[in-house]
């Protein structure tokens, strides 16, 4: 029985794994798909196709889909739209190897945002991981905050919302059916971004769907949206959400190595040092003891 449990953590661990990668390979692909295509019109089709992949699992419940979920999936759409739009938006004048390090601060930001907004206590962990992290930041722009690029910062903005996003999903979304909350979010995300391209000029239907297009919205929309959240809801408690989120915690590491296969960007000493102390902070937030409360 030992060993049956044992291989069932395994291979849950090892599909969990597979999101890293998954979402490791976004920056890079997406990268290198805005060098022919204008930025709303990819984050456009990705997110409705994204959408249409994961619809079939919230068919099985129609009833489930109520107006309280299209009003919580419409607000965490929205959140996921600012999210992206700053994330894409920052890779536009940064690499795709620095997206994927200032991303990975969004752990960070979660419990600060929830001490400030909730006053809920932060463990010793995550006050020695913020600075952890502050510490990579500072090392990924050379300490020199002139040297700080726009990119970056735009990404360090989309962390927040991200960090947003998770935590009003994690108050908003006990009630409503995960599939359909999905599928709502995909979808608002999909049609605020369309309603960018028309007066950016981009087109909602590329004339040229060259082998970029069709990688970056097939693996970004595919693999590390429909896949990973069928991976999510099938393995992910067959792990302890602790370990769970240390294999995430991989996903700038590849993000990294992507980008210098995929794009042959050069990563200086100071970006792979960087960006290993973000990931340590990560590591950090995730196995050290929570507080104690007092009653």
């Avoid at 969990?16 to 295509?37: R, S, V």
């Avoid at 129609?62 to 965490?76: A, D, I, M, Q, Y």
């Avoid at 006053?119 to 700080?148: D, I, T």
């Avoid at 590329?206 to 990973?228: E, I, K, M, V, Y």
Wanted: glycine content about 8%; charged content about 10%; proline content about 4%.
């Amino acid at each position: 029985m030992t060993t049956l449990l044992n291989r069932r953590t395994l291979l849950a661990e090892v599909m969990l794994l597979n999101i890293a990668i998954a979402w490791g390979l976004g920056f890079p692909l997406m990268k290198d798909a805005m060098a022919q295509h204008g930025m709303w019109t990819l984050l456009w089709l990705r997110f409705t196709l994204a959408a249409l992949l994961v619809l079939p699992f919230a068919l099985r419940r129609p009833r489930e889909l109520t107006g309280g979920t299209l009003f919580t999936g419409s607000v965490l759409g929205a959140l996921l739209f600012l999210t992206f739009a700053f994330l894409i938006g920052g890779l536009q004048y940064t690499s795709a190897a620095n997206t994927g390090f200032v991303a990975g601060l969004t752990m960070l930001f979660v419990p600060v945002l929830e001490r400030v907004v909730w006053r809920k206590p932060m463990s010793a962990g995550v006050k020695w991981s913020v600075l952890l992290g502050l510490a990579g930041l500072a090392v990924l722009s050379q300490l020199s905050f002139e040297r700080v690029a726009l990119g970056d910062m735009l990404v360090l903005v989309g962390a927040v919302f991200s960090a947003l996003q998770i935590i009003a999903a994690d108050r908003l979304t006990l009630r409503h059916n995960a599939e359909w909350l999905t599928v709502i979010q995909l979808a608002a995300a999909a049609l605020l971004f369309a309603a960018l391209c028309l007066p950016s000029g981009q087109p909602l239907w590329p004339q040229n769907w060259d082998f970029s297009l069709w990688r970056a919205l097939l693996l970004t929309a595919g693999f590390a949206t429909a896949f990973a959240f069928w991976v999510q809801m099938r393995f992910q408690n067959q792990t302890t959400p602790q370990r769970a989120a240390l294999i995430f915690n991989l996903e700038p590491l590849f993000s990294a190595l992507f980008a210098w296969w995929l794009l042959n960007e050069h990563i200086g000493s100071h970006v792979w040092l960087g960006g290993l102390l973000i990931v340590a902070a990560m590591t950090v937030a995730v196995i050290w003891p929570l507080p104690k409360r007092v009653v």
